[in-house]
Nanobody, 124 residues
Framework: QVQLVESGGGLVQAGGSLRLSCAAS????????MGWFRQAPGKEREFVAA????????WYADSVKGRFTISRDNAKNMVYLQMNSLKPEDTAVYYC?????????????????WGQGTQVTVSS
């Protein structure tokens, strides 16, 4: 069992930065694939980024590549999403998610645990 709590969302102007944090509980965190998803009003929840337990591999949605960076600290049971050069289209509720593993890191289906979400609003 993994419990996830996101923080760090807020209102920022276009071009600005935010750092989201996700605190995880559970003994298996250090062996868990972690991801970030987002959901804008009226749209489906979409993949943003993911990182393997070993920190060796990362994946990003094309829309955020080069602007967002996922990282994790297994000693602290924390996952982060550094978001730079934010755009109004990045406005969404951002969710942290945990997966025991799966073949498609981009799919919501492989993530068993979800946080409650944190709102990110980017003004133009």
């Amino acid at each position: 069992q993994v419990q996830l709590v996101e923080s760090g969302g807020g209102l920022v102007q276009a071009g600005g930065s935010l750092r989201l944090s996700c605190a995880a509980s559970g003994r298996t965190f250090s062996s868990t694939l972690m991801g970030w998803f987002r959901q804008a009003p009226g749209k489906e929840r979409e993949f943003v980024a993911a990182m393997t337990a070993s920190v060796r591999f990362t994946w990003y949605a094309d829309s955020v590549k080069g602007r967002f960076t996922i990282s994790r600290d297994n000693a602290k049971n924390m996952v982060y999403l550094q978001m730079n050069s934010l755009k109004p289209e990045d406005t969404a509720v951002y969710y942290c998610a945990a997966s025991p593993g799966g073949s498609n890191v981009y799919s919501r289906a492989i993530y068993d645990y979800w946080g409650q979400g944190t709102q990110v609003t980017v003004s133009s």
